[in-house]
């Protein structure tokens, strides 16, 4: 995949800044955005990982759009480039999903992910 430079890390459909928002809205005050995350977890071999964020961290890539602000942990750009962050529910779930075309497999129950090593 190449990377564009013109454009975010990370999108976000209506429905990810809908909720992104909604969440801001309940959350304490000092809360400035999400923090997109990858962290080692599940039998795929990685989690995405959101967190609310308080402050700019150093490196990190900040990504403005419909509304909210997403912060892109620097150590997870490379697995993230050119994903879109959805809100998706249904009568049993409700969560973030990423649209990842760095994915080379997703475990069976949509947890956890690997990409490709180049």
Not at 5 to 12: C, I, R
Not at 67 to 72: A, L, Y
Not at 83 to 111: H, L, T, Y
Request: net charge negative; proline share 4%.
């Amino acid at each position: 995949m190449q990377f564009d430079p013109t454009k975010p890390v990370v999108t976000l459909t209506d429905a990810a800044a809908s909720h992104v928002r909604q969440l801001m809205d309940q959350a304490d005050n000092g809360v400035i955005g999400v923090r997109i995350g990858v962290k080692t977890a599940g039998c795929s071999g990685m989690q995405y990982d959101v967190q609310f964020a308080t402050e700019q961290k150093p490196f990190e890539d900040k990504v403005e759009q419909k509304g909210v602000t997403v912060f892109i942990d620097p150590t997870a750009v490379m697995f993230l480039i050119g994903s879109e962050m959805d809100w998706q529910e249904d009568k049993f779930s409700a969560r973030f999903v990423f649209n990842n075309p760095n994915e080379i497999a997703r475990c069976g129950c949509g947890e956890s992910f690997s990409v490709t090593n180049g």
